[in-house]
């Protein structure tokens, strides 16, 4: 399972309050990614991280901030929360092989709910 | 920017019988593709991963094809149990960024 954790993985918030959802590793991988997953539109790609202090958004980031200071820790954070932010958000990291192949491991996911 | 379409978006099926889920993409520039089942309520197992210079790529009773120009995977699963009840995802790899199908929820029937 590649050793990734997320915390908290159920919350219920209301909105225009911050939130933030850790992801942890434990296998020094390079990438880390936060999706969100809501019926109708699969996954979808809210920010990335290649590196400590290296992040790029992804398709939905408005509203979404992220920080990595250490390699094993990206946290997501939402900084005024809004009901359309309800959803399920997956962790994910990548891994390199031999031939510089991409390996894509997932979380257990958080569920959050903003009322 | 990818565009990925998973047909058909749900399938039923009885046990025993083989079958194959289709995966197409917009942009044939991908490094790799990869596929995935999502058992409800849980995160994503990695089930198959073919390189972009790669036609197939099995594990057990998975098979998966990948035509990079035309932009199309097909992921087979042979002798079908009831316990590969799951939704399955395709995601090429464009850039540094994995695009996601819907996915096909499939049911197999004892």
């Known amino acids: 399972d590649a050793g990734i954790t997320q915390s908290p993985r159920h919350k219920v918030t209301e909105t225009g309050t911050p939130v933030t959802l850790r992801c942890h590793q434990t296998?020094?991988?390079?990438?880390m990614y936060w999706y969100r997953q809501d019926p109708g539109h699969g996954l979808r790609l809210i920010h990335y991280?290649?590196?400590?202090?290296?992040?790029d958004k992804g398709e939905v980031s408005d509203g979404y901030s992220v920080s990595r200071s250490k390699t094993e820790d990206f946290l997501l954070t939402l900084e005024s929360a809004t009901s359309s932010q309800t959803s399920v958000y997956f962790c994910?990291?990548?891994?390199?092989?031999?031939?510089?192949?991409?390996?894509?491991?997932f979380g257990p996911g958080t569920r959050l709910t903003v009322l | 920017k990818q565009e990925v379409t998973q047909i058909p978006a749900a399938l039923s099926v009885p046990e025993g019988e083989n079958l194959v889920l289709n995966c197409s993409f917009t942009?044939?520039?991908?490094?790799?593709l990869q596929w995935f089942r999502q058992d409800p309520g849980k995160g994503l197992t990695s089930l198959l991963l073919?390189?972009?210079?790669?036609r197939e790529q099995t594990s057990g009773r998975l098979n998966a094809s990948l035509d990079k120009s035309s932009g199309r995977s097909t992921l087979y699963i042979a002798a079908s149990q009831p316990g590969d009840s799951a939704t399955y995802l395709c995601a090429p790899l464009t850039g540094n960024q994995f695009y996601f199908g819907t996915g096909t929820s499939l049911t197999v029937i004892p």
């Open positions: 296998e020094n991988h390079r990438y």
């Open positions: 942009d044939s520039a991908i490094y790799n």
């Open positions: 991280s290649y590196g400590v202090k290296d992040t």
């Open positions: 073919i390189q972009s210079s790669q």
């Open positions: 994910a990291i990548s891994e390199f092989h031999g031939l510089g192949v991409d390996t894509q491991y």
